[in-house]
């Protein structure tokens, strides 16, 4: 029903900033809850944030929490996630995710993009 493509990784120093954004298509792509997950070489996936329908709401991961802001355009069908204060911890691939229903666990997000790289170096 929804396709989803990340762009906008690439490799900065830590301390940098990055925003990765996640252009949506498909007639119900609006009516979707937006998920932030990542995953690091020889990690589980997990989660980074999510913006709720409308925009009215978010929820972070601790460990982002203060650094990352995630936000949606449901005009451009896109949503972003700005990347402030990048630790080398932050390397990951990104992806963006699509779901009906609102949490932090990947189960509820029932469509996934590509990924793209994130790499921090010290």
């Known amino acids: 029903q929804v396709q989803l493509v990340e762009s906008g990784g690439g490799e900065v120093q830590a301390g940098g900033s990055l925003r990765l954004s996640c252009a949506a298509s498909?007639?119900?792509?609006?009516?979707?809850?937006m998920g932030w997950f990542r995953q690091a070489p020889g990690k589980e996936r997990e989660f980074v944030g999510a913006i709720s329908t409308s925009g009215g709401s978010t929820s972070y991961a601790d460990s982002v929490k203060g650094r990352f802001t995630i936000s949606r355009d449901n005009a451009k069908n896109q949503a972003y996630l700005q990347m402030n204060s990048l630790k080398p911890e932050d390397t990951a691939v990104y992806y963006c995710?699509?779901?009906?229903?609102?949490?932090?666990?990947?189960?509820?997000?029932?469509?996934w993009g590509q990924g793209t790289q994130v790499t921090v170096s010290s």
């Open positions: 498909g007639r119900t792509s609006r009516s979707y809850h």
């Open positions: 995710a699509a779901g009906s229903f609102w949490g932090q666990n990947e189960r509820y997000y029932n469509y």
